[in-house]
């Protein structure tokens, strides 16, 4: 079956632009994470959906970053006015548990800002 | 709070063992563990269960220290495909993981 997909896969934005970076988890996954990476880092929490609820948006640096997730499947995660500090890997996992559990992480969208 | 994991890094030779390790400040009720190669996406290992439980890998194991506060990730016989970067993650109120900031294992023939 599928996995979790992201698209873009590489976007370069030139500083001030708003991009929008898309994520299809698994098929009845109810539970959708966004993560940042940075070069050498772990992965570090964004944000968390409970099918179209975002449950958590503790971990979004700024007024910049928005995410959403309408009918509870696809969600984008949008950066507004990007900066150079916005340069990362964007990871989205999906996971079928409402408590934590394993998480299927898509590939990545690796975010450069010039 | 993040994780912290030690080794850094790691370079041995197929068929030899590793130990990774993960240390919180706070005692440990579940530990999450990832391996991501580069350029690719994390992948599920394991979860450690404050029980002791284990859910996932056949040929990885991992354990508690005597107070939770750390947990250690067993890789026997290792195999050239075990080469990546390892996580460790500890979930938080939102399911959320806090990850380590990952230990480096090489694998040579």
């Known amino acids: 079956g599928a996995g979790v997909s992201q698209s873009p896969r590489y976007k370069v934005a030139k500083r001030g632009q708003d991009v929008a970076l898309r994520c299809d988890p698994i098929?009845?996954?109810?539970?959708l994470f966004w993560y940042q990476q940075a070069l050498g880092q772990g992965p570090e929490f964004l944000t968390y959906f409970q099918n179209e609820a975002q449950l958590d948006k503790s971990g979004l640096p700024s007024d910049r970053f928005f995410a959403e997730r309408p009918e509870g499947s696809v969600s984008t995660l949008k950066i507004q006015r990007t900066q150079q500090e916005d340069s990362a890997v964007y990871l989205c996992?999906?996971?079928?548990?409402?408590?934590?559990?394993?998480?299927?992480f898509g590939p990545g969208t690796r975010l450069t800002v010039t | 709070q993040q994780p912290v994991q030690s080794p850094q890094a790691v370079i041995l030779r197929e068929g030899e063992d590793a130990v990774i390790n993960c240390s919180s400040s706070?005692?440990?009720?579940?530990v999450h563990w990832y391996r991501q190669k580069h350029g690719e996406a994390p992948v599920f290992l394991m979860i450690?269960?404050?029980?002791?439980e284990q859910k996932g890998h056949d040929k990885i194991s991992a354990s508690f220290n005597e107070k939770k506060q750390q947990s250690s990730l067993y890789l026997t016989a290792s195999q050239l495909s075990y080469s990546g970067t390892y996580f460790c993650?500890?979930?938080?109120?939102?399911?959320?993981?806090?990850f380590g900031s990952g230990t480096q294992l090489t694998v040579l023939p």
């Open positions: 706070k005692a440990l009720y579940s």
């Open positions: 098929s009845g996954h109810v539970s």
């Open positions: 450690l269960l404050k029980g002791g």
């Open positions: 993650g500890i979930p938080g109120s939102a399911r959320q993981l806090t």
């Open positions: 996992a999906s996971s079928p548990f409402r408590v934590a559990g394993e998480q299927y």
